[in-house]
C-alpha cells in the first residue's frame, strides 16, 4: 500500500542549512507535498512538487525529487529559529483524493 | 486571511461516551476532510466529503464514525462510543476541488486534541 517515511527529528544551528528527508512508496503519485506545523497550529502546506519535475526552488526552500529512488527531500538555506517546527512530507494517493501523510519531522533551530 | 477553525482544541471524554468534534471550513470550499494522528504517529486520513456526502472513507472511519454538515458553515465528526484508541489529534481540512490534483491546496485547522480515559 501507499505509505511515506521520514526521519523524526532534525537539529541545526542557525543560519546552516537543514535537509529533511522523506521516501515514499506509490510512484504514481502526481504532485507531493511539504506541509508545516507550528506549535498549537495546523498544517500549512509549504510547497508542492509535480512529479514530472526534478527541482522546485522558493525562495529559501529547494525541493529536490528523485523518483526514481522515490526520494524527496526539503532543503531550508539559512535556517531561523522560526523555521522550528514539524514538517510533514505527503503524497496524493492512488485516487488522488486524499493525502498520505509521513510521520513528521520535528526541526529544532538552535541560536 | 481565510482559515479553518475547530472546536474545541482539547475534549477530554470517558470511554463509552459520544463525542462531536467542530470544524468551520473556509466558506467558498467544496470539499472537506477529516484526518487524525495518533501520539507519534502518521497523520491518518479519515474520510472526505463532497456535495454533503462522504466520497471516500478510508478502514479507520466505521460505523461508529459519521460526519455531517448540519448546516452552511459547520462540519462535524461524531464518535458514538470513544474508546481508548480513539485519543488523538484530530485535524479538519478543506479545499476548493479534490485533494492531490493541480493547485489543490487543502488548509487544515488547528487540530482538537481528543483525550478518551
Known amino acids: 500500500g501507499e505509505d511515506v517515511e521520514q526521519s523524526l527529528f532534525l537539529s541545526v544551528r542557525e543560519g546552516d542549512s537543514s535537509v529533511i528527508n522523506c521516501t515514499y512508496t506509490?510512484?504514481?503519485?502526481?504532485?507531493l507535498y511539504w506541509y508545516k506545523q507550528e506549535p498549537g497550529a495546523g498544517l500549512q502546506l509549504l510547497t508542492y512538487i509535480f512529479s514530472n519535475m526534478d527541482m522546485k526552488q522558493d525562495q529559501r526552500l529547494t525541493v529536490l525529487l528523485n523518483k526514481k529512488d522515490k526520494h524527496l527531500s526539503l532543503r531550508i538555506a539559512d535556517t531561523q529559529t522560526g523555521d522550528s517546527a514539524i514538517y510533514f512530507c505527503?503524497?496524493?494517493?492512488?485516487?488522488?483524493?486524499?493525502?498520505?501523510f509521513g510521520k513528521g519531522t520535528t526541526l529544532s533551530v538552535s541560536s | 486571511e481565510p482559515e479553518v477553525t475547530q472546536t474545541p482544541s482539547h475534549q477530554v471524554t470517558q470511554m463509552g461516551q459520544e463525542v462531536i468534534l467542530r470544524c468551520v471550513p473556509i466558506s467558498n470550499h467544496l470539499y472537506f476532510y477529516w484526518y487524525r494522528q495518533i501520539l507519534g504517529q502518521k497523520v491518518e486520513f479519515l474520510v472526505s466529503f463532497y456535495n454533503n456526502e462522504i466520497s471516500e472513507k478510508s478502514e479507520i472511519f466505521d460505523d461508529q464514525f459519521s460526519v455531517e454538515r448540519p448546516d452552511g458553515s459547520n462540519f462535524t465528526l461524531k464518535i458514538r462510543s470513544t474508546k481508548l484508541e480513539d485519543s488523538a489529534m484530530y485535524f479538519c481540512a478543506s479545499s476548493e476541488r479534490s485533494q492531490g490534483g493541480l493547485n489543490t491546496e487543502a488548509f487544515f485547522g488547528q487540530g482538537t486534541r481528543l483525550t478518551v480515559v
Open positions: 505527503a503524497e496524493s494517493n492512488k485516487a488522488g483524493t486524499a493525502l498520505i
Open positions: 506509490d510512484s504514481s503519485s502526481t504532485y
